[in-house]
């Protein structure tokens, strides 16, 4: 037998309005989503007599660097404003204005050299200024990863023997070199300047596929050498441990006595970390 149901009136509107509601909420948070994803909004700084004109100005002179660009990371940021301007590269540089005017006689606020200055009213030239730390201008909106540059063990970027471009190029692609669909190009960065340990090895450690920042923090850390962890506890995250009548076992192998020596590192049984030649158990 066959039933034919109806939904009273009083229901049915009700059951519109959920859908209604609902259906907005989802096309309200698609656009959210959408706007974070391709932009994001900066407070630039304010410098007296110049001003903001947007990255397309900058096309006239460097056409390669402006092309590039417009596959960088930092190609996203906007100024506030009711026109939002595109301010990409002057979110760095400082506004451009003068520079342009000049003709590029006059350096951006914010050029990484030291340039020509600018001549004063009574035809004077100042001192030419320093020129500005890279890191300087990437602190000012990573503001976190300033502490970890302060912490013991960081790479020598607060001493000056490298800047943050040196890993995060700013005017091209992804602002992290590695970190694609691949887990060993995460590595690259690093290998570039730490080529001892790219091997290649007879016998790998596997945790060299997983990233380099699987044992290390990239820009700071309380422990030597920037690792995560300091004791034997790093490799434990991976290499799991099991307890057996008061025998502490790894890998099968009694380690009770060994975890007492030192790190698995330093303690004469596995130094050779990132890979070895001559052992399976990663010994030099």
Not at 111 to 140: I, L, N
């Amino acid at each position: 037998m066959k039933h034919n149901f109806r939904m009273p009136g009083a229901q049915r509107a009700k059951w519109k309005r959920s859908l209604a509601a609902a259906g907005g909420a989802v096309l309200l948070l698609a656009i959210i989503s959408c706007q974070t994803v391709t932009r994001s909004v900066v407070v630039l700084p304010d410098v007296p007599g110049a001003k903001y004109i947007g990255s397309k100005e900058c096309e006239q002179c460097h056409d390669q660097i402006y092309r590039d660009f417009a596959t960088a990371d930092h190609a996203r940021l906007i100024a506030q404003g009711p026109n939002a301007l595109n301010a990409g590269c002057e979110s760095c540089h400082g506004p451009g204005s003068l520079h342009s005017e000049s003709g590029g006689e006059v350096k951006p606020p914010y050029s990484f050299t030291a340039g020509r200055p600018q001549a004063s009213s009574y035809g004077a030239r100042p001192v030419v200024q320093p020129a500005r730390a890279t890191e300087t201008v990437c602190f000012q909106c990573h503001s976190n990863v300033r502490g970890q540059f302060q912490l013991p063990s960081h790479h020598p970027v607060p001493e000056g023997r490298m800047t943050c471009t040196v890993c995060h190029p700013p005017h091209r692609g992804s602002i992290l070199r590695g970190g694609s669909t691949s887990l060993m190009s995460e590595n690259e960065s690093c290998l570039a300047c730490h080529a001892a340990q790219r091997g290649p090895y007879v016998f790998e450690h596997e945790a060299l596929r997983e990233g380099c920042s699987t044992c290390h923090t990239p820009h700071g850390s309380v422990n030597a050498k920037l690792l995560k962890v300091r004791d034997a506890n790093l490799c434990l995250k991976c290499h799991f441990q099991q307890v057996n009548g008061g025998r502490i076992l790894i890998g099968g192998s009694d380690h009770t006595l060994r975890l007492q020596q030192g790190t698995c590192w330093t303690a004469g049984c596995h130094e050779a970390v990132h890979g070895s030649r001559v052992s399976s158990s990663l010994r030099f």
